[in-house]
T-cell receptor
Framework: DAKTTQPPSMDCAEGRAANLPCNHS???????VYWYRQIHSQGPQYIIH???NNETNEMASLIITEDRKSSTLILPHATLRDTAVYYC?????????????FGSGTQLTVLP | DAGVIQSPRHEVTEMGQEVTLRCKPI?????LFWYRQTMMQGLELLVY????????DSGMPKDRFSAKMPNASFSTLKIQPSEPRDSAVYFC????????????FGPGTRLLVL
């Protein structure tokens, strides 16, 4: 699986959009970009994933650059409950390597 | 759906004792994963099952850890004998096969070995 690089921490004002970047310059054509988050003392939670097109669901939007070497997770209206560690993971969707490899992630702190 | 269920939520034991962690995956999910999280190592995969069969246990210390999945709705992770370095949060996750599988995690079991 391709390696990812994320900033260690970010702050965001409550109600504003939180934009979390991720670099994955070695991503291969059949690897997906997944985003998970882990709120303190809870299990990781799936947010969104994509291959090449931008994706949106009820939680967030995922913007993937045309060359697929980076992506941005957007929380459109951050709340205090969005304070968590956000993990960007690149992996094959199918195949023998099914485990998720979590890096160090980005600690997002939403400020009142 | 109740999500992935783990028990116990907290466990405190003494070194040398046997510890059994339990997991009930989401109904219909045919993959089950056991992860361990510590401050030093982060989240690491211990073992995972597909249709009750072990697919990869390379991350699991074989001398003291054992994982079983006797049926599609139940799995155990056993540590015998436990050691202080086993203190961690143990997460179970499940998913179903298909393009773009996502994993759904349980609340975790916080294990403290004294």
């Amino acid at each position: 699986d391709a390696k990812t690089t994320q900033p260690p921490s970010m702050d965001c004002a409550e109600g504003r959009a939180a934009n979390l970047p991720c670099n994955h310059s070695t991503i291969s054509g059949n690897e997906y970009v997944y985003w998970y988050r882990q709120i303190h003392s809870q299990g990781p939670q799936y947010i969104i994933h994509g291959l090449k097109n931008n994706e949106t669901n009820e939680m967030a939007s995922l913007i993937i650059t045309e060359d697929r070497k980076s992506s941005t997770l957007i929380l459109p209206h951050a709340t205090l409950r969005d304070t968590a560690v956000y993990y960007c993971i690149v992996r094959l969707a199918t195949g023998s390597a099914r485990q998720l490899t979590f890096g160090s992630g980005t600690q997002l702190t939403v400020l009142p | 759906d109740a999500g992935v269920i783990q028990s116990p939520r907290h466990e405190v034991t003494e070194m040398g004792q046997e510890v059994t962690l339990r997991c009930k995956p989401i109904s219909g999910h045919d993959y089950l994963f056991w992860y361990r999280q510590t401050m030093m190592q982060g989240l690491e995969l211990l073992v995972y099952f597909n249709n009750k069969a072990v697919m990869d246990d390379s991350g699991m210390p074989k001398d003291r850890f054992s994982a079983k999945m006797p049926n599609a709705s139940f799995s155990t992770l056993k540590i015998q004998p436990s050691e202080p370095r086993d203190s961690a949060v143990y997460f179970c996750a499940s998913t179903e096969q298909g393009i773009g599988e996502t994993q759904y995690f349980g609340p975790g079991t916080r294990l403290l070995v004294l």
